[in-house]
């Protein structure tokens, strides 16, 4: 960060909507150059989340999984939520348990994405599973995800895939080919 940028005056948070999931706080804030400003965010959370890049011999292993907010199935990684006191790759292979039914032996942690920081506080690690062995855990899917093996070799295809537009599936599968392009110099 640049040490001249000096942030602003938080002078007064207040929740201004609640739902099930989301809580909607409204942030007053007042900017080094004196200007305020109300601004409106998620309610932060310390909890992190994981999205998969599985290789399972040439292929990536993808899912389709609903995504109410487009009304329609996306094609993408397995993803979840980081459970209290789980690390990043406990939370990594659970997740691939339970949505493709394997787990893997090998990890390599890629990045820590930020989602929408200017409305939420969230983290996405993107990691990628290899040596692939099957093993199924129970989640918290209420369907099976239907699952698309991809050539490793024709990878960046997938962004010309109709359903595969999600940025942290597209974000994924640019540092997981960057990642194995440099492994394979």
Do not use: C
């Not at 979840?80 to 348990?97: C, F, K, Q, T, Y």
């Not at 595969?164 to 640019?174: G, I, K, T």
């Amino acid at each position: 960060m640049d040490k001249h940028l000096q942030k602003p005056k938080i002078l007064k948070v207040e929740t201004v909507a609640r739902s099930r999931l989301f809580t909607i706080e409204s942030v007053d804030l007042t900017f080094s150059n004196g200007e305020q400003r109300v601004y409106e965010r998620m309610r932060p959370s310390d909890r992190e989340a994981v999205m998969i890049v599985p290789i399972i011999g040439d292929d990536l292993l993808l899912i389709h999984e609903y995504a109410v907010g487009i009304e329609g199935y996306e094609l993408g990684f397995p993803k979840g939520l980081i459970d209290p006191g789980e690390s990043v790759l406990e939370a990594a292979n659970r997740e691939l348990m339970e949505e493709v039914g394997y787990g893997a032996q090998h990890f390599d942690v890629l990045a820590k994405l930020t989602m929408a920081p200017s409305y939420f506080s969230s983290r996405m690690n993107i990691v990628i599973a290899k040596s692939l062995y099957p093993k199924s855990l129970v989640g918290d899917e209420p369907e099976p995800l239907p699952q698309t093996r991809w050539p490793i070799s024709r990878m960046m295809e997938l962004l010309q895939q109709p359903d595969f537009n999600e940025a942290r599936n597209v974000s994924a599968l640019f540092l997981a080919h960057d990642f194995l392009t440099r492994q394979a110099r």
